[in-house]
């Protein structure tokens, strides 16, 4: 199946800073990722959904100046927590679709990014 | 109400048990109906997709019953691996969007 790739893997940082993460599908170009949150014991909530060339579309309650989003090549797009703050630590799950093969609408998930904020 | 409703578990069973989970949804304009598994701490697998008329693969079948917006997962001879959270996943429309319940954590046991 296709692959996903998402950097970094985990990452910690101090409040008020800014994290930025990739995601990238590697063998296949996808013209439309999805970026999810999942908070423990709870379901992967959408936050956006992230094309390539233009803005992105946020899910309600989801701050587009928070959470920056960037899809500026059919391989790649990128997260960036602004100001983070300790409530924004979670599990962020990329995905993206792959409309050349394979199931249609079937979205490859990447391996995640645990942020934990201090 | 959420959209899709699953039952948390955990369900402890040993191995070689059959175990069933069920999910219901709530949009009945819901058109796309899935499984996927996720391991602790790690992305969500697609298991399979689920179909009206009811599909299997290997020791896994899934059910989908539209008129009462419930969709179940049976697992037959259950494996050590087999242990992780199950996640039953709704598409509506012909968008995008995936829509997750909270999962099901299944604990396979010697």
């Known amino acids: 199946g296709a692959v996903v790739s998402q950097h970094p893997s985990w990452v910690i940082c101090k409040s008020g800073t800014s994290v930025k993460i990739e995601c990238r599908s590697l063998?296949?170009?996808?013209?439309?990722m999805f970026w999810y949150r999942q908070f423990p014991k709870q379901s992967l909530m959408l936050m956006a959904t992230?094309?390539?060339?233009?803005?992105?579309?946020?899910e309600q309650g989801v701050e587009k100046d928070k959470f920056l989003i960037n899809h500026a090549s059919l391989t790649l797009s990128t997260l960036t927590v602004t100001s983070a703050h300790p409530e924004d630590s979670s599990f962020y799950i990329c995905?993206?679709?792959?409309?050349?093969?394979?199931?249609?609408?079937?979205?490859?998930f990447g391996p995640g990014t645990r942020l934990t904020v201090t | 109400r959420k959209e899709v409703e699953q039952d948390p578990g955990p369900f402890n069973v040993p191995e070689g048990a059959t175990v069933a989970f069920n999910c219901t949804y709530s949009?009945?304009?819901?058109?796309?109906f899935f499984w996927y598994r996720q391991d602790c701490r790690k992305e969500p697998k697609l298991l399979m997709s689920?179909?009206?008329s009811g599909n299997e693969d290997g020791r896994f079948t899934a059910q989908l019953n539209r008129a009462s917006q419930y969709i179940s997962l049976l697992i037959r001879d259950s494996k050590l691996s087999d242990s992780a959270t199950y996640l039953c996943?709704?598409?509506?429309?012909?968008?995008?969007?995936?829509?997750f319940g909270t999962g099901t954590q299944l604990k396979v046991e010697l």
């Open positions: 995905s993206a679709r792959d409309l050349t093969g394979g199931v249609q609408y079937e979205q490859y």
């Open positions: 063998d296949f170009q996808a013209t439309t």
């Open positions: 992230s094309n390539e060339g233009s803005k992105a579309t946020y």
């Open positions: 949009n009945s304009a819901s058109q796309s």
């Open positions: 689920v179909y009206s």
């Open positions: 996943v709704v598409r509506t429309g012909g968008g995008n969007k995936l829509t």
